[in-house]
T-cell receptor
Framework: DAKTTQPTSMDCAEGRAANLPCNHSTISGNEYVYWYRQIHSQGPQYIIHGLKNNETNEMASLIITEDRKSSTLILPHATLRDTAVYYCIVRVDEYGNKLVFGAGTILRVKS | GAVVSQHPSRVICKSGTSVKIECRSLDFQATTMFWYRQFPKQSLMLMATSNEGSKATYEQGVEKDKFLINHASLTLSTLTVTSAHPEDSSFYIC?????????????FGDGTRLSIL
């Protein structure tokens, strides 16, 4: 699976949009981009995933560049409860295919 | 939605004890489950892939005799840390692919915090 690069940490003001970037320049055509987050002392939580089109759900939006070499996770109105480590992972879409976590981005939402 | 339950959530025991952690898929079947461990301020490290009805697949550097994995049914995988020592103290997390398989997210348990005295 392709590797990803994310900033170590980011700060965001409460109520503002949080934009978390991820570089995956070696992504292959059949690899999806997945985003998870981990709030302290809990298991990771799925946020969103996509292949090449932009995606939106109740939690976030995922913007994938046309060349698919990078993506941005957008939390439209960050709250204090969104403070967490955010992981961007690329993987081939097959049942039973493992998720390999990188270091992720520590997002701190501040009031 | 799909739920993965992990038990116990926390365990404290003496050095030399063997500890069993359970991971259950509550409303779906999972022929594959994954076990991770996480040290403080570090990312999740994949330990092994648990396969229903067959042997687990361990990642490089993970001792299979130390971390015994049994996937006896389509909804239960167990991880046993044998003869645990203080360096085995960690946060252990399991996951299972979503019920539809393929292009679906994995679902994670809430983790087990293991402390060996």
């Amino acid at each position: 699976d392709a590797k990803t690069t994310q900033p170590t940490s980011m700060d965001c003001a409460e109520g503002r949009a949080a934009n978390l970037p991820c570089n995956h320049s070696t992504i292959s055509g059949n690899e999806y981009v997945y985003w998870y987050r981990q709030i302290h002392s809990q298991g990771p939580q799925y946020i969103i995933h996509g292949l090449k089109n932009n995606e939106t759900n109740e939690m976030a939006s995922l913007i994938i560049t046309e060349d698919r070499k990078s993506s941005t996770l957008i939390l439209p109105h960050a709250t204090l409860r969104d403070t967490a480590v955010y992981y961007c992972i690329v993987r081939v879409d097959e049942y039973g295919n493992k998720l390999v976590f990188g270091a992720g981005t520590i997002l701190r939402v501040k009031s | 939605g799909a739920v993965v339950s992990q038990h116990p959530s926390r365990v404290i025991c003496k050095s030399g004890t063997s500890v069993k952690i359970e991971c259950r898929s509550l409303d779906f079947q999972a022929t594959t489950m994954f076990w991770y461990r996480q040290f403080p301020k570090q990312s999740l490290m994949l330990m092994a892939t648990s396969n229903e009805g067959s042997k687990a697949t361990y990642e490089q550097g993970v001792e299979k005799d130390k971390f015994l994995i049994n996937h006896a049914s389509l909804t239960l995988s167990t991880l046993t840390v044998t003869s645990a020592h203080p360096e085995d103290s960690s946060f252990y997390i399991c996951s299972a692919p979503g019920p539809q398989g393929g292009n679906q997210p994995q679902h994670f348990g809430d983790g087990t915090r293991l402390s060996i005295l």
